[in-house]
């Protein structure tokens, strides 16, 4: 898999008493077709918001570029490999440890709340309290 985001190089701090948000986005073509599921989470962690958002596709067809948007902001691209899924992986760089953890937030990435709306290429759907 791969995928393509902007990079940043630093995350915002904030203070502690920030109340952790874990949201989740379930997105159809119907009749068994392309589906796609987003989910973000967030935490204060040493005094920075780490954020995670993540998105993973099935039933595309192979070779398929889907474009990432929340909230009408373009935030990376899915490569849709020969088993027709793909992934997106997005990580606070500050907490990226290890290969797999993904590539790194834009540092103006917003907060997501229940309600904010997110699209992958053709799909689209809104983010619900998980």
């Given amino acids: 898999?791969?995928?393509?985001?902007?990079?940043?190089?630093?995350?915002?701090?904030?203070?502690?008493?920030?109340?952790?948000?874990?949201?989740?986005?379930?997105?159809?073509?119907?009749?068994?077709?392309?589906?796609?599921?987003?989910?973000?989470?967030?935490?204060?962690?040493?005094?920075?918001?780490?954020?995670?958002?993540?998105?993973?596709?099935?039933?595309?067809?192979?070779?398929?570029?889907?474009n990432v948007s929340v909230n009408g902001m373009s935030v990376g691209t899915i490569f849709v490999n020969a088993l027709g899924t793909g992934e997106l992986q997005l990580r606070t760089a500050a907490f990226i440890d290890d290969p797999g953890d993904g590539d790194p937030i834009d540092t103006d990435f917003p907060r997501l709340q229940p309600g904010d709306t997110v699209s992958v290429g053709p799909l689209k759907g809104a983010f619900v309290e998980r």
């Avoid at 920030?18 to 204060?44: K, L, T």
């Fill in 1 to 66: 898999l791969s995928a393509a985001a902007v990079v940043a190089v630093t995350a915002p701090a904030i203070a502690g008493g920030v109340d952790p948000i874990r949201v989740e986005a379930r997105m159809s073509a119907g009749n068994d077709q392309s589906q796609a599921r987003a989910r973000y989470q967030d935490r204060a962690r040493r005094n920075t918001l780490e954020q995670r958002f993540d998105v993973e596709v099935e039933d595309f067809a192979p070779g398929t570029e889907l």
